[in-house]
């Protein structure tokens, strides 16, 4: 229930506002792939990242891979699990030798990637990183 709430709360942000008025909810801003320094990934992580994955999938895959890593992110922080939230792009030549730039976004908790898994295709340009000093193993 919580990430069928809290998806189309990330929709509503990402189409309506610019990304300065709400990134600064999604943790401390860090150049490149931050790791979350967490020994071992959570079962509730795995847990709320298969949640999200399933509502979109019902929803038509509606939700882009950023709203999926905020809303994952969102969910983590209420339990205080430590994640990062990475943003990254690759550039590919098309078809008419254009050159085109993709973004994706992933979310890690600890040295692995829970939600967004894009076989090293994508360079990370920043993370937003949420810490708690304690880590409940799940």
């Known amino acids: 229930m919580e990430a069928a709430f809290l998806l189309p709360w990330a929709w509503i942000l990402v189409r309506t506002l610019p990304f300065r008025f709400w990134s600064r909810g999604l943790g401390k801003p860090t150049p490149g792939e931050a790791d979350p320094a967490v020994a071992a990934v959570d079962k509730r992580a795995r847990d709320i990242c298969w949640a999200i994955v399933a509502i979109n999938q ?7 891979c950023l709203m999926l890593a905020m809303t994952a992110q969102w969910m983590l922080n209420r339990r205080h699990i430590s994640s990062s939230l990475v943003l990254g792009t690759r550039t590919e030549q098309g078809a008419d030798n ?14 692995r990637i829970v939600l967004g898994h894009h076989g090293g295709q994508y360079t990370a340009i920043s ?12």
């Open 58 to 64: 019902a929803a038509g895959d509606r939700f882009t």
């Open 127 to 138: 993370s937003f990183v949420r810490t708690y000093r304690r880590h409940a193993d799940g």
């Open 98 to 111: 254009r050159l085109t730039m993709q973004a994706h976004a992933w979310l890690r908790v600890g040295a």
